[in-house]
């Protein structure tokens, strides 16, 4: 495509958070140059969030079209995709983690309907296992504000043929374009309340909030490459709660979250019942589905419990 043909085609800016993962986010980045949208209306942002296995200097050296940018100091998914954003310039911005692979077509596809619908204010393919590539891993997500269970739609279907049509979410997750003007209206990713965990749901709510639909794509694809479900030996990583880190955030971001968002008889049911059964069920996967040594596993169920108990204290700050 010439570049008078292209000049159409509105700047698309492709923001990677990265940490440690240099084979896979080369390998993103060939799909992406690989893609049927105009390389010249691409703005490809890497933010490596201090990784220690030489990314910031092997996408330096091969790819020095890219604009690369190392943190320094280590701000997690959230911040990094905000490093990103501030960094872009294009009129829709697509937020992808390193571990994806995309489809030909996919960046096209969702650009196409942002352009016709402007009341979509993200979008997002449909997610599919990169080993096993018509098995779906998300197509969409259902909560429910009282238990707060989230349902991935279209989890775990083989599908020859992709679903028809539009699919609404009412959350966002591992890959999706967002219009600029929804950044300019809503703002950034709460890297403070959300740095991990809930960062995504959080984002929706406010998307959603503001008046825009999200909406998964089937004609956009992407392949995640992380484990199938029935080959994770560890769990506790399935729930996001397999060390002390992320143990911590998992207990408090679900109750942030339902403190914000929730009406106050929703909370009421969350906070004094499914509060306190999924503590007992993440306690149980913590503690029993995972072969990490004991002492391992009672430090992340106490980082669990203190993040249950610092989302209990959590107030909105004014």
């Known amino acids: 495509m010439s570049s008078n043909e292209s000049k159409g085609y509105p700047l698309v800016s492709v923001v990677i958070p990265t940490y440690n993962r240099k084979e ?24 490596d969030d201090e990784s220690t296995d030489g990314t910031y200097e092997e996408v330096k050296k091969n790819f020095p079209e890219i604009k690369i940018v190392r943190n320094d100091k280590k701000k997690f998914l959230a911040g990094s995709r905000n490093v ?41 393919p449909v997610m599919y296992y990169y080993k096993q590539p018509n098995r779906i891993w ?7 504000m009282i238990t707060s269970l989230t349902k991935k739609i ?31 209206i809503v703002g950034p990713f709460n890297e403070k309340d ?84 999924f503590a007992l069920y993440y306690l149980r996967v913590i503690l029993f589905g995972s072969k990490k040594p004991l002492r391992e596993r009672l430090k992340i169920a106490m980082s669990y419990l203190n993040g249950i108990w610092s989302g209990l204290k959590w107030k909105k700050s004014c």
Do not use: T
Not at 25 to 44: H, M, Q, V
Not at 138 to 144: L, P, W
Not at 173 to 184: G, T
């Open 194 to 277: 959300f740095p991990i965990h809930y960062d995504e749901a959080d984002y929706g709510e406010k998307v959603r909030r503001a008046g825009y639909k999200i909406i998964f794509n089937p004609k956009a694809k992407v392949w995640h490459d992380i484990p199938l479900p029935e080959e994770e030996k560890d769990k506790a990583r399935l729930f996001h709660c397999h060390n002390e880190y992320r143990a911590y955030y998992c207990g408090r971001n679900r109750i942030i979250f339902h403190k914000k968002y929730s009406k106050l008889w929703q909370f009421f049911f969350f906070i004094f019942i499914f509060n306190w059964l």
């Open 138 to 144: 998300c197509a969409g997500v259902r909560r429910n």
């Open 154 to 184: 279209g989890a775990e279907k083989i599908v020859n043929i992709p679903f028809k049509d539009l699919i609404e979410s009412v959350d966002i997750l591992n890959a999706f374009m967002i219009r600029r003007e929804v950044i300019d």
């Open 84 to 124: 990103g954003i501030k960094n872009s310039n294009g009129k829709y911005i697509f937020l992808i983690d390193d571990d994806n692979i995309v489809d030909k077509s996919c960046i096209f596809q969702l650009v196409k309907i942002l352009e016709i619908y402007p009341k979509i204010g993200v979008i997002a």
């Open 24 to 47: 896979k986010l080369i390998r993103l980045i060939n799909s992406i140059f690989n893609s049927d949208y105009p390389k010249e209306r691409l703005e490809i942002i890497v933010v």
